[in-house]
């Protein structure tokens, strides 16, 4: 069970990035999958989510209006559209799926699969 996140980068104030995470087999079918990110010298936070069937987005007060995260479930990949972005989004970004049977949640602890992080630096 693998997640791989890949399209971080360095971008300036009020840019834009896609992030994407990829599952191996058929990790994202069934399962919720989030994206989370950590600051330099902050904890883990939650960014966005999305339950399994792509209906119920949800995003943290802090980037919402600004980020969408999308799935699809065919091609076993998640998607989160990062617009406007802004010097505070500077941080690592993780993609992370559920168990099969888990609730739709936004606490990182029922998230039982990572990505390896792919980094997001936003220059002022």
């Known amino acids: 069970v693998q997640l791989q996140a890949s399209g971080g980068g360095l971008v300036q104030a009020g840019g834009s990035l896609t992030l994407s995470c990829a599952a191996s087999?058929?990790?994202?079918?069934?399962?919720?999958m989030a994206w989370f990110r950590q600051a330099p010298g902050k904890g883990r936070e939650f960014v966005a989510a999305?339950?399994?069937?792509?209906?119920?987005?949800a995003y943290a007060d802090s980037v919402k209006g600004r980020f969408t995260i999308s799935r699809d479930n065919a091609e076993n990949t998640v998607n989160l559209v990062m617009n406007r972005l802004q010097p505070e989004d500077t941080a690592v970004y993780y993609c992370?799926?559920?168990?099969?049977?888990?609730?739709?949640?936004?606490?990182?602890?029922?998230?039982?699969?990572w990505g390896q992080g792919t980094l997001v630096t936003v220059s002022s």
């Open positions: 999305i339950n399994k069937s792509g209906s119920s987005p």
């Open positions: 992370a799926a559920t168990h099969r049977d888990s609730d739709f949640t936004l606490d990182q602890r029922y998230y039982d699969y």
């Open positions: 087999g058929r990790i994202a079918s069934g399962r919720h």
